[in-house]
Nanobody, 117 residues
Framework: QVQLVESGGGTVQSGGSLRLSCVAS????????MGWYRQAPGKERELAAQ???????TYGEFVKGRFTISRDDATNTVELQMNNLTPDDTAVYYC???????????WGQGTQVTVSS
């Protein structure tokens, strides 16, 4: 059973930056897709960024070049560097790991990101 532990959330002023980190334990995830979703109050959960085992990256439309996702398979870690944050980025950010070969999918507990104006 894969477990995901997130860190790096917090409060930042508009225009600031945060770096989220997620470490997977309990199983190898080298071939899994790793990524981040977010959910703001009253809104649906949406993809922020995802990176495949082969390094293919997908960003949500709202990212507009402000976020960078990376992964380190040696440490089973996925990180999300978020720059030029705005109040619209305020949400709970969830780490997600899913297999492209099965229905296995795992979620972190979520980390709050708050951007003040």
């Amino acid at each position: 059973q894969v477990q995901l532990v997130e860190s790096g959330g917090g409060t930042v002023q508009s225009g600031g930056s945060l770096r989220l980190s997620c470490v997977a334990s309990g199983g190898g995830v080298n071939l899994y897709r790793m990524g981040w979703y977010r959910q703001a109050p009253g809104k649906e959960r949406e993809l922020a960024a995802q990176i495949t085992g082969g390094g293919y990256i997908t960003y949500g439309e709202f990212v507009k070049g402000r976020f960078t996702i990376s992964r380190d398979d040696a440490t089973n870690t996925v990180e999300l560097q978020m720059n030029n944050l705005t109040p619209d980025d305020t949400a709970v950010y969830y780490c997600n790991v899913n297999s492209p070969f099965s229905r296995r999918e795992y979620w972190g507990q979520g980390t709050q990101v708050t951007v003040s104006s």
